[in-house]
Every structure is written in C-alpha cells, then in structure tokens.
C-alpha cells in the first residue's frame, strides 16, 4: 500500500524574518560593492588629480579640499584643464577594465610622461611656471603617479576580475537562480 507522504518542508518559503535578513544581507553587499567601485572610478580620480593640481588636500574630517597655502599663487586653469582633458582619454573605465600587459603599460605610460614634460616646458610662461620648476615636478608627480596606478590595476585584467568576482560573490550570496540568470543576462548585454 502506498503512501502519499509529502515533505513538509517541501514548499517552505523561509519565515517573514529570515526573509527580511536575507534582504539587509543583499542590500549590505549591493552597497559594499558600490562603494568599491566609486572608490575606484577613474572619474573620481580625474577629480583628485584637479584639486591636488590645484594645491589643495582632502581634508578626512570634513571631506572638504582645502588650499595647502593660502598666500600661494593659484594654478592657471588653462593647465588644469588641459591635463584633465588629456588624462580623462587614459583614465576611463575602458582603461580599467582593459587587460594590459607591462609592456603594454610602458609604452603608454611613456608617451603620457613625453607629452607631460613636453606640454609643461612649451608651455611653462603660459601657466606661470617658467623658472619654477619644483612647481613642475610637483605637478608631473602627481599626473604621473596616479596615471600609473590606474593603469597598474588593467595589468592582466586584474581589476575586471576583482569586480567581477565581487559580483559573483554578491549574487551566489543573495539570489536564487532564476534572479542570477536576470543578473547575468544583464552583464551579457551590458557587454554586447
């Protein structure tokens, strides 16, 4: 004689309360992952560069830039914009997202240090740095440094893969699988 038994458990959905952690949980890593990626925006880093170009420094208590020497002279804008303008054709998210090799990151960083020193000497009387040439390091130091970093992380694809694989982690943590096929689908024609 046969029994229909059915599992109890079969068709257990999970209680109001362990639904709503698994939401705070979700929303806790959508927000981690957010913030990851705002920190590493080369946008961002665009903006850095213009404020430390400038003479300014962040201050962490406030999160406010404040001028390094107030009795200083202020950059000229045409510098600042020109820099800028050069820097955000390199610092994009294609860049970032790239898989570069050193040899690769070389080259490029070699005609970005190129056209740096050239624009700052063909150009020095315009931007008032014509015997100020600590004010020039100063400058290229920073456009040069972060160039580099930003570049660094494209080295063999490592920053595409840590995003990636934070959203990997983010999905296999909070989704069920007919939302994971939703996320990825998403990414596949984000990509196309």
């Known amino acids: 004689m046969e029994t229909d038994f059915q599992n109890p458990y079969e068709n257990y959905q999970g209680s109001p309360k362990d639904n709503l952690a698994e939401a705070y949980a979700s929303e806790l890593q959508e927000e981690r992952i957010k913030n990851l990626i705002a920190q590493i925006s080369p946008d961002n880093q665009l903006i850095e560069i213009q404020w430390r170009i400038k003479g300014y ?29 050069y820097l955000s054709s390199i610092l994009n998210q294609n860049t970032t997202l790239s898989n570069l090799s050193s040899m690769e990151i070389n080259k490029i960083m070699r005609l970005i240090i190129e056209w740096v020193v050239d624009d700052l000497d063909s150009h020095a ?8 040439y600590t004010e020039r390091t100063r400058i290229g130091h920073i456009l040069l440094n972060n160039t580099f970093l930003v ?18 982690v983010s999905e296999n943590l909070t989704s069920t699988p007919q939302q994971k096929r939703g996320i990825w689908e998403g990414l596949k024609n984000l990509v196309r």
Do not use: C, H
């Open 57 to 85: 420094i962040k201050n962490p208590e406030t999160d406010t830039w404040e001028k390094i020497d107030e009795k200083g002279e202020e950059i000229s804008p045409v510098l600042v914009s020109r820099f800028i303008s």
């Open 125 to 132: 009387e315009d931007y008032n740095l014509k015997e100020d």
């Open 151 to 168: 570049m660094k992380r494209a080295q063999n694809g490592m920053e595409s893969r840590r995003i990636f694989n934070a959203l990997n």
